[in-house]
């Protein structure tokens, strides 16, 4: 991309393609934000930059099963609202996983790994609690430490969100101590979350996270010189937000997390969405972006900019002089994934088993990712799918795949995913009828099992023991897929697909879901054979 005098100004989202509920932690000149990832292994991305202005991954910690085990774990369950945190030279991770969504109950376990460095490797968990979710901890200066979290409460009279929980945590005995105290009890905006605590002049300040994290989501503001309250809500309202602006072009702003740089200026990290314009859905699901933040003459935390609705472009003169970090993606670039390493390349993820060799190997053939058909596309189990998140509104993927199903119950194929219940696929399989053959599958979002077969009876013949490329072109709600025998003469069929589908609000409704789009690779063998397909390679390519 051409360098313009705009390569100052930090464009939001700053992490683009579904990075929710960020932490951000400064070590010395370096910042580190962790992201949830839910369903999605491994756990918690975490990204790292030395200028507050770009960002790098850097690595998904929570990486073994003592760590973090997800089969089984329903659509946005899993890893929910990590924070990160330091103190004399250990990081402290704290998370959720959550094994139940749907009801008046939620299954809501917390747990808190540490490390001398952020690369790992992370302490075997500590389970601490269950009563709620969103944890954080918080380091007092006397050296105590403070564990906080939401209250969820299944009782019918009232609203699920009861407040936010303060706790001891006694870092010798690795456990809570003392009793559990509610601090406070959110706001008209109700749904009250995401707690940290910080400490400045005589006040603690308590941030939460309310009104749901759909449209009406809000950062708000406490405060009190006694640790465990009563605190008083900030006067004005919300530090952030976009509920009464439907225009902004970023929306959902909310679940934030306050840092101060060591010349003392102050940033806000929060989620927030970009709705497809002219529709209220948000293919990239909640993405993390980035404010200055200022204090008032009465000490109260407010937008630099004035107001609270979240700037999309933020001039951020990099603290002190601090040399940059490697530059955010460019929206012109083509990335191009090839299988001839150690590992996956880092921004791929698979679902829920921290057994990666179940599903996929990178060495059975060398420079191919091979793909071990598993159960369904909509399993909630052991799914061999393999995927890189959607960061813009269009874009083309394309992969070449070498499959030689036997039957109809062997499928493979690239796949554009949201969860089990919302995807488009096309992909390989076999039948009498036909023989070897591409087809189209989609789930539309309302029931698992309610697959649809675009242009089933025109289904595309394929010869034996022939690669095949295969592409998707996404152009904001638009999706078609296209398929070539020698990647250079390329077929288009001719069934136009909703990609906006592939988003948190559509399907059972907003803010039911918590990820966002993927697009990649699978593989499925439902007689249980795990008859294999191989990948040669993936691109991805900005279209925006």
Not at 419 to 442: P, R
Not at 474 to 498: I, K, M, R, Y
Request: with cysteine; charged share 25%; glycine share 8%.
């Amino acid at each position: 991309c051409p360098a313009t005098s705009r390569c100052a100004m930090v464009e939001n989202p700053t992490l683009r393609g579904f990075n929710p509920d960020p932490s951000i932690c400064r070590v010395g000149e370096d910042y580190f934000i962790a992201t949830s990832t839910f369903e999605w292994y491994p756990g918690i991305q975490i990204h790292h930059s030395r200028d507050l202005r770009s960002w790098r991954f850097l690595n998904r910690p929570l990486n073994r099963p003592d760590l973090l085990n997800l089969v089984g774990v329903p659509d946005s369950c899993g890893v929910w609202a990590p924070c990160l945190t330091w103190r004399d030279g250990v990081f402290f991770l704290c998370y959720t996983v959550v094994t139940r969504f749907d009801g008046n109950f939620k299954d809501t376990h917390n747990y808190l790994t540490t490390s001398s460095s952020i690369e790992g490797a992370w302490s075997e968990p500590i389970y601490l609690n269950s009563g709620g979710f969103d944890p954080s901890l918080y380091h007092a200066e006397d050296g105590r430490k403070w564990w906080l979290n939401m209250i969820w409460d299944h009782r019918p009279d009232r609203s699920f969100f009861r407040g936010i929980a303060l706790q001891e945590y006694s870092q010798a005995e690795r456990r809570l101590v003392g009793k559990r105290k509610l601090i406070f009890d959110g706001s008209d905006f109700d749904c009250t979350e995401g707690p940290h605590l910080y400490h400045h002049d005589d006040y603690y300040y308590l941030m939460t996270a309310e009104g749901g994290t759909g449209y009406e989501h809000v950062v708000t503001m406490a405060r009190s010189k006694n640790i465990e309250g009563p605190y008083e809500l900030d006067p004005s309202g919300p530090v952030v937000t976009a509920f009464d602006s439907p225009d902004h072009p970023l929306q959902r702003a909310g679940h934030g997390d306050l840092l101060e740089t060591a010349d003392g200026r102050f940033f806000l990290v929060h989620l927030c969405s970009r709705p497809l314009p002219g529709t209220r859905r948000s293919p990239m699901g909640r993405e993390t972006a980035i404010q200055e933040i200022v204090r008032d003459e009465e000490g109260w935390f407010r937008l630099a900019s004035g107001g609270r609705l979240p700037l999309v472009e933020v001039d951020i003169d990099p603290p002190g002089s601090v040399p940059s970090s490697m530059g955010n993606r460019q929206s012109c670039e083509t990335i191009e994934y090839e299988f001839d390493t150690d590992g996956l390349p880092d921004d791929f993820q698979w679902l829920r088993t921290p057994s990666p060799r179940e599903i996929f190997s990178l060495d059975a053939r060398p420079g191919f990712l091979r793909l071990y058909g598993r159960e369904s596309i909509g399993s909630l189990c052991y799914q061999a799918l393999v995927a890189r998140r959607q960061e813009h509104f269009s874009y083309e993927a394309e992969s070449a795949i070498q499959f030689e199903p036997e039957h109809f119950q062997q499928m493979a194929g690239l796949v554009c995913y949201y969860n089990s219940s919302k995807f488009h696929y096309l992909y390989i399989s076999s039948d009498i009828e036909v023989g070897k053959h591409l087809a189209v599958m989609s789930c539309e979002g309302e029931q698992l099992l309610d697959a649809t077969f675009s242009g089933y009876e025109n289904r595309v013949a394929l010869p034996e023991n022939q690669e095949v490329y295969l592409r998707v072109t996404v152009d904001g709600q638009h999706l078609l897929f296209s398929w070539s025998l020698d990647g250079a003469a390329w077929s288009e069929l001719p069934h136009e697909l909703d990609a906006s589908l592939l988003s948190d609000e559509a399907g059972k409704g907003e803010g039911a879901q918590f990820t966002g789009a993927f697009v990649g690779m699978c593989c499925q063998d439902l007689a249980g054979t795990r008859h294999a397909a191989d990948f040669s390679y993936f691109s991805y390519r900005a279209l925006d």
